[in-house]
Each structure stands twice: as structure tokens, then as C-alpha cells.
């Protein structure tokens, strides 16, 4: 490992378990579109039970890397050595990707960041750091900084027990992972070899930290965050620019590196949050106007069923007057039939009078001469 790497270590050892722990107790819900999942056996190591190991197998992103480490838990937390070999460089890996990160995931899918894991050139390199919890699988992961929140999705080392590792096995415990577009957009854009002799890890961190805040328009949505993290930036260069002590350099470079992730991990969650509601006022408008137009539609069809009923009335008054009238010509029909009756009735009275006159006149002129 070169000096500088070992500079680096030893000046921010503190500050990577101070970072880890601040990422564990800040870390924010991650919008499901950004993550995808995948699972991993944990194992439960009993306390006071004694050192054990489990080993590192590489993923298809790193087939030659392997690790091993030796887990030992205690009533404070358990403590991991950890061993890597064949490691790539991060950057083979994707031009966002500058190191690599150790991760605990407990049954529940918590995942923790343990610790920034320092490489040499040859790809090998160790840490010996603590965890929390007594019960977990461990995963590395290639990331752009060290003070991640989420792992990536290249993952490539995953842990497996040996024959004779101790405790409890847990199969099958599901998780979470960043896609790698969330990082890629602008993190060291033209995938350049770190020149660590001139200028620490830290450095290149921190770059590319603030270029993923912005790139993940951190600029728009957490301005008060990313400016915190620009005038960090600009601090850690000058540091730089004026050749002043590396442990400076570096704890300007891992502080702007916080304050990076804060604003990336910020605006991710102010544009979430900014999509939901957009979809509930979508929601809310069309709602309303699918009220206004039910509205609409029964409004016309009371209308059309006034109209109905006023037609139907108009015709029942019509056909009403029509009955009067044809009721009221009946019966003066039948009156003028029975005044016609009554008059007929009458003639052929009269007639049979004078018909009966007549008989009589003539029966009396057969007797004696008879003048009416």
C-alpha cells in the first residue's frame, strides 16, 4: 500500500466510523425506482462464543476477487478483520466507481456502511473495523465515495461460512441496492486513473461527490446542502493548491464528501416527494373533473327528464281537451238526436191525428153529411 493510502487510513480512520454511523442514523427513504433487490445468507454469531471465520466469494463483476474474515462477537459489538485479494481497480468497474465499501445486511434488509476498505495496487487490502449488530451477512460494493448511503448494485464480494464457521445460519435475506445510474451521470466523467502520489483518494471522493449532488439536480431541489459542499470543495483545494498537510486535505475532502451525499440523498427525496404530490394533485384534478362532469351529465339528464315530463304533461293536457271536446260534441250530438227524436216523435203524433180525424170524418159522412 503506498503511503499516502496509509496516510489516509490512519488520518481517517475516526472520521470513517464517525461517517458510517451518521450514514446508518440518516439514511433516507430510498424512491423504489432507484433501488432493485437481491438476497444473501447472514449468520448469527453468539456472543462470547469466540472468533469465527466466513469467506468472500467474487460476483460476475469481480470472479478472481475473494476475501476472508475473522467475525467475533461481544456484549460492545462485534468485531471484523477483514482480508481481500484481487481486487480491481473501482474504476474497471465503471468510471463513476473510485472505492470499495463493507456493508452489513441484517434479516430485515437493513444495510449498514461499515467502512471504506483501502486498496493497493495490487488489488489487496485489509480493515479492521466493528459492527452493531450480532446477526448479518456482509457484502462489498464498488461506490463513488465512501459515505454512501444505499450499496450499489455492483456488488462484488459476497460472504459464505466455511464447514466450520460458528453460529446460525439465516438463508435468503432480501436487500436493497442503488442502481448505478443514480452515480454515473457526472461522476469522473472522463475515467481517470487516480494519481495518488500527487493527490489523496479523498480528493477524487470529494469531486466526484459534488458532481453527482449536482448531477442529480441537487442544485434545484437541496441549494442549502450543496453549497455547504461546494465551499468545502474549494477549502479541501485550496489545502491542496497550497501543498498543506494531508490530514487537512483529507478531512476537508471526507466533510465534503458528507455534505455531497447529504445533498444527493436530500434532493432524491425532495423529488420524490415532489412526484407524489404532483400525482395526488393529478389525482385531485381529474377527480374533480370527473365529479364535475358526472355533475354535468346528470344535471343534463334531469334536464332531459324535466323536458320528458313536460312533454308528457303537455300531452296529457292535449289529449284531455281532446276527450272534453269529443265528450262535449257526443253529448250535444246526442241532444240534437233526441230533440229530432222528440220532433219526429211529435210529427208522427200529429200525423196519426190528423190520419184518425180523417177515418173519423169519413165514418160519420157514411152516417150523416159531417163538416170538420
Given at each position: 500500500m503506498n503511503i499516502?493510502?496509509?496516510?489516509?487510513?490512519?488520518?481517517?480512520?475516526?472520521l470513517a466510523v464517525a461517517a458510517s454511523l451518521a450514514v446508518a442514523q440518516n439514511k433516507k427513504e430510498i424512491p423504489a425506482a432507484d433501488v432493485i433487490s437481491k438476497?444473501?445468507?447472514?449468520?448469527?454469531?453468539?456472543?462470547?462464543?469466540g472468533g469465527t471465520k466466513v469467506i468472500f466469494l467474487g460476483t460476475s463483476s469481480a470472479p478472481q476477487a475473494?476475501?476472508?474474515?475473522?467475525?467475533?462477537?461481544?456484549?460492545?459489538?462485534t468485531s471484523i478483520e477483514l482480508k481481500v485479494t484481487a481486487m480491481p481497480q473501482p474504476t474497471t468497474l465503471g468510471a463513476e466507481f473510485l472505492t470499495y465499501v463493507l456493508w452489513t445486511v441484517t434479516p430485515d434488509g437493513n444495510t449498514t456502511n461499515i467502512a471504506e476498505?483501502?486498496?493497493?495496487?495490487?488489488?489487496?487490502?485489509?480493515?479492521?473495523?466493528?459492527?452493531?449488530?450480532?446477526?448479518?451477512?456482509?457484502?462489498?460494493?464498488?461506490e463513488p465515495y465512501f459515505a454512501v448511503q444505499l450499496p450499489s448494485e455492483v456488488v462484488v464480494l459476497e460472504n459464505d461460512t466455511k464447514k466450520n464457521t460458528k453460529g446460525k445460519i439465516y438463508p435468503d435475506n432480501d436487500y436493497k441496492l442503488m442502481k448505478r445510474s443514480q452515480y454515473s451521470k457526472l461522476g469522473n466523467p472522463l475515467a481517470l486513473t487516480p494519481d495518488l502520489k500527487k493527490v489523496p483518494l479523498d480528493m477524487y471522493e470529494a469531486r466526484n461527490?459534488?458532481?453527482?449532488?449536482?448531477?442529480?439536480?441537487?442544485?434545484?431541489?437541496?441549494?442549502?446542502?450543496?453549497t455547504k459542499a461546494t465551499a468545502s470543495l474549494q477549502m479541501a483545494e485550496n489545502s491542496l493548491a497550497s501543498n498543506a498537510d494531508k490530514s487537512k486535505i483529507i478531512t476537508d475532502a471526507r466533510q465534503t464528501i458528507q455534505f455531497a451525499e447529504d445533498a444527493r440523498a436530500l434532493s432524491a427525496e425532495r423529488q420524490e416527494a415532489e412526484r407524489i404530490q404532483n400525482e395526488k394533485n393529478a389525482a385531485a384534478t381529474a377527480a374533480a373533473a370527473k365529479a364535475k362532469?358526472?355533475?354535468?351529465?346528470?344535471?343534463?339528464?334531469?334536464?332531459?327528464?324535466?323536458?320528458?315530463?313536460?312533454?308528457?304533461?303537455?300531452?296529457?293536457?292535449?289529449?284531455?281537451?281532446?276527450?272534453?271536446?269529443?265528450?262535449?260534441?257526443?253529448?250535444?250530438?246526442?241532444?240534437?238526436?233526441?230533440?229530432?227524436?222528440?220532433?219526429d216523435e211529435a210529427a208522427r203524433a200529429k200525423a196519426a191525428t190528423a190520419a184518425l180525424r180523417a177515418q173519423l170524418l169519413q165514418q160519420l159522412n157514411e152516417v150523416l153529411q159531417t163538416t170538420d
Open positions: 499516502s493510502r496509509w496516510i489516509r487510513v490512519c488520518a481517517g480512520g475516526v438476497s444473501i445468507k447472514a449468520v448469527g454469531y453468539e456472543v462470547g462464543g475473494s476475501g476472508e474474515a475473522r467475525v467475533e462477537a461481544k456484549t460492545g459489538g476498505i483501502p486498496i493497493d495496487k495490487q488489488g489487496n487490502g485489509k480493515l479492521s473495523t466493528r459492527a452493531q449488530s450480532q446477526t448479518f451477512a456482509m457484502i462489498v460494493t464498488a461527490a459534488v458532481d453527482i449532488a449536482k448531477s442529480q439536480k441537487a442544485e434545484q431541489y437541496a441549494p442549502e446542502v450543496l362532469a358526472e355533475a354535468d351529465a346528470a344535471a343534463a339528464a334531469e334536464a332531459k327528464r324535466q323536458a320528458e315530463l313536460t312533454t308528457a304533461r303537455e300531452a296529457q293536457m292535449k289529449a284531455e281537451a281532446a276527450a272534453q271536446s269529443a265528450q262535449q260534441k257526443a253529448e250535444q250530438a246526442a241532444l240534437q238526436a233526441k230533440e229530432q227524436a222528440a220532433r
